[in-house]
Each structure stands twice: as C-alpha cells, then as structure tokens.
C-alpha cells in the first residue's frame, strides 16, 4: 500500500506542479510540543508569516493550534490537508535528527530545503562508537541527510564537521530559539498546570538524566546512602520540590513512585511540558551528561552533576573533551554530598558562583556564543533567501 501511495503522490506532484510556499516545522515527537522548532514556528507566527504549519499526531496540541489561529497539520484529522500541504512544502524545520518526510517525499525532492535546528549542545555530542558501529554509522547518516545544520558556536561547528563529515557550507550557527526564551522576560504559563504548586517562588530541582546507548536503572537509585522516604522528609521539612524526566528514547527501570515532593514529569501525558521554560522557575539542576547544562549555565544559577555509570559511558566515546574536566557544577559523590551542595546552594546566594563563574565563561565560549542570543531574528533572515 505504501509503494503505491509513493508512485501515486509522486506522478501527482510531477502533473500538477505545486507552488513550493509552506514552511513545516516538527519537533523530536509528533506528540509533543516544545524544543527550538516550537519557539521559532511561534516568533515566526507573530511576524505574521501565514506559510508556517506545525505537524503533529497530538489532538490536544491541534485543539491548542486552533484556539490560538495557528496553522498545523494532523494526518489523523484531515489525510487531504496533510498531502496537500506536503506538496507545497518549501523548508522543513526539525530538532532531531529525522525531519518530516511522508512516504519520502520530501527526501527525494531537491527544491526542499530541510534544516535541523538542533535539540542540545554540550561536551556530549559525538557520534557514538563503543561495540555498536551500527549506531555511529547511521547518526552520521541522519545528520548528512539534512540540507543546513544549525550549531550554537563556531566551536561545535568545527568539531561537527569533523565528527559527522559534513560540508562546511551546510553548517550555519544561529543558536537557539529556545535560548532567546529562557533570556526574555516572559513567564512559563504552563506551571502551575504542569506542578499544581500555588507557592509563589517555591524552590525546586530539576533532573534531567539524559539517554544511554544501553539499559539503565533509575541513576539515583545508585546513589550511595539514597533513601527515597528520607530523601521525601528532607524536602519537605525546606519546602523544597524535586522534579525529574526521562529522555523521550529511554524507559528508566524502577523509577520513585507515590511521594508528595519527589515528582515524574511523563512528557507524553504534558505535551506541552518545555524544559527550557520549566527552567524559569528551577532553583537548582542536577545532571549528568545531558546539554540541558549548556541553557541552565545562561541563567547562571546552580548546577550539580551525579554520574554512577561514568566508566562505562566514557566507553563509548561520545564526548567532546574531558567531560569532567568541563564540569560547571558540583560532582556529587553520595547522598551526604547530595544534600549538603542542595541546602548550601539554596541558602548562599554566592556559594555556587563563587567557584563556577569563571567557568561558566569558558564553557559558553565554546558551547553558545554571546551572538547567538537573538536566534529568532538570525533564523528568519536565513529563511527569507528562501
């Protein structure tokens, strides 16, 4: 069925000849709604672009898309609308690494133009290696499968080109539309829905463990000396939250279940959940490889790192540098740890910075450039020669 519908869709493109004049963009998830591509499709809505359509196969995002008089396309609600749109596709906007492209036609029209803006940069962004080759050879496929790749400094550029072997003149470093968020003064509308939290300033950590080319209990519960119902007493008795989420590719085993402070962000059920505007309201991060401490370091608010498993993630060679050696935060060793660089964090308005804010420098030097901070205005310039 699907070869027919190729053929069929390719000898109607071919006869009817459709103007090339929409701009599609998508994020990582048809399901969700959030990422660079969100903020860019929004900034270009209220310039007033009319060409921009947002795909996705969430019925909560399309009825969002509606109320707001925004443009989209949902296969699931309207099969013709969502082909037609296909033919006319002139750009198509993507966070990961595979961009929109019903039945391949988008990927065997060379008039598209396809651009990846990118989900995160930070010291992690390697092709990986370790035992599965497979992996390494089709992320560099993926990345060359794109026509422009968008970078957040000179330095990943370099190092990209190198790594993924792609041509200089398809790499373009305009940042992030996300990050020009996270500097403007508006507010996550989405919190109190997202947290049910009425407290006007509450303190709250986020952790955000990042994927793993292999299967992985929950991080914490390597921790040594954790205990979930003390760690639960210790949050409430400083009215502190913990948030946490997963990456979208990855199931952690035996997560924290049934506490009041300790909470799952499960993206699927919050399509709306950005992590970028989460980060607002977010006192302290705890990580571990993921970029989200490259945007957490524009807020220069404090950073705690925990990596039980780094041995054996260094084994697969899918960091840029000496990761610890780049670290812009505390390493925590053991719960004793953990909570000491929590209350001293939270209580000392300096104790963080006094270590880090040079670092902090350094580090955005190499992983987001001060002119990238007005992504929005940079992307559409590029867009216009199009």
Avoid at 172 to 185: A, M, V
Wanted: with cysteine; glycine share 2%.
């Amino acid at each position: 069925m699907k070869k027919i519908l190729q053929i069929l869709f390719r000898i109607l493109k071919k006869i009817f000849k459709f103007k090339k004049e929409y701009i599609v963009l998508q994020c990582h998830s048809l399901k969700l709604y959030c990422d660079n591509s969100k903020y860019l499709y929004e900034y270009l809505n209220k310039k007033g672009y009319q060409n921009c359509y947002w795909n996705t196969s969430s019925n909560k995002i399309s009825n969002y898309l509606k109320k707001k008089n925004y443009k989209y396309i949902n296969i699931k609600e309207n099969f013709i609308k969502y082909f037609f749109i296909t033919f006319k596709t002139k750009l198509v906007f993507d966070t990961g690494t595979k961009y929109f492209d019903p039945l391949g036609l988008i990927s065997t029209d060379k008039e598209i133009v396809k651009i990846c803006l990118y989900h995160g940069f930070g010291p992690k962004s390697v092709p990986y290696s370790g035992k599965n080759y497979k992996i390494k050879i089709e992320e560099i496929k993926n990345h060359q499968s794109f026509d422009y790749i968008n970078f957040s400094s000179q330095f990943l550029k370099k190092k990209f080109i190198k790594n993924f072997k792609l041509k200089k003149e398809n790499c373009i470093n305009f940042g992030f539309p996300r990050i020009d968020y996270l500097k403007s003064k508006t507010k996550d509308n989405n919190f109190k829905y997202l947290t049910g939290i009425k407290d006007k300033n509450p303190n709250i950590i986020l952790y955000t463990p990042t994927w793993r080319p292999y299967y992985i209990d929950f991080p914490l519960n390597n921790m040594s000396g954790m205990n979930y119902y003390k760690f639960e007493k210790f949050l409430k008795d400083r009215n502190l939250y913990f948030f946490y989420s997963q990456h979208p590719m990855q199931n952690f085993k035996n997560r924290p279940k049934n506490f009041s402070r300790i909470i799952f962000i499960d993206h699927l059920k919050h399509p709306f959940y950005d992590p970028s505007s989460f980060m607002k309201n977010v006192k302290i991060l705890v990580n571990d490889y993921s970029a989200t401490s490259t945007e957490f370091s524009i807020l220069k608010k404090p950073q705690l790192y925990f990596m039980p498993d780094f041995k054996k993630y260094n084994k697969y060679n899918g960091f840029l540098e000496n990761y610890k050696n780049n670290l812009i935060g505390f390493e925590i060793k053991n719960y004793k740890s953990f909570i000491f660089y929590i209350e001293n964090c939270i209580k000392i308005k300096k104790f963080y910075l006094k270590k880090f804010d040079k670092k902090i420098l350094n580090y955005q030097k190499k992983y987001y450039e001060k002119p990238n901070i007005n992504s929005c205005e940079l992307l559409e310039k590029f867009i216009r020669k199009f």
